[in-house]
């Protein structure tokens, strides 16, 4: 199924991870500081880049689904990851982003997840999504408020990830678009 899966937005593909052709980018926006600091806070080297790479092909593994690789129409340039996610003890099926720091600003993040919203409610046959939000990530609450989102819930860290303070943002299936 994986190898099959292919979004496409205006301006960009949401396509499956191609380790030979992605992890260069993958990489460079692993070990950019503010990229990072608001997805764990730690930047990674090459090979903790690799494994999260890894990681993340795993989930496709496991669950079925997970996150796309986005690549730029224009340019065919790696710009992030976006897509459905659900790892162990989640606050709920979430849609999540991490573009490189030299496309913020883009609407990338928007336009990316709003296709993997369809997608998990259309395909994945979702009723909720969540998205799960470092407090102090201004940006990530304007896009998830952007998608139709909205505040539901506060708590203290996600498992594995940060102790920090987190928001959740969700919204049912009817609000996808």
């Known amino acids: 199924m994986l190898a099959k899966m292919r979004l496409e937005t205006e301006r960009l593909i949401l ?30 080297n090459h090979a903790q880049a ?9 989930h496709w593994q496991i669950r079925g689904y997970g996150f796309f690789s986005v690549e730029e129409k224009s340019s065919g340039r790696w710009v992030g990851r976006v897509g459905p996610w659900y790892p162990l003890q989640w606050p709920g ?25 369809r997608f998990a409610f259309d395909e994945l046959g979702w009723t909720r999504i969540v998205h799960t939000i470092q407090e102090g990530n201004v940006a990530s609450e304007a896009v998830a408020r952007k998608l139709g989102s909205v505040h539901v819930a506060t708590q203290q860290g996600l498992p594995g990830v940060t102790e920090a303070t987190v928001l959740i943002y969700a919204q049912d299936a009817k609000r996808a678009d």
């Not at 396509?15 to 764990?40: K, S, Y």
């Not at 690799?50 to 795993?58: E, F, H, I, Q």
């Not at 496309?103 to 990338?108: D, F, L, P, T």
């Open 50 to 58: 690799w494994r999260s790479m890894a990681m993340v092909l795993g």
């Open 15 to 44: 396509r499956p991870i191609d380790p030979d052709r992605d992890f260069e980018g993958w990489a460079e926006a692993m070990a950019d500081e503010a990229t990072v600091r608001f997805i764990g806070g730690q930047v990674m």
């Open 93 to 117: 099926t979430e849609v999540g982003w991490t573009i490189a720091r030299p496309y913020w600003g883009r609407g990338y993040a928007t336009e990316a997840a709003r296709a993997a919203m």
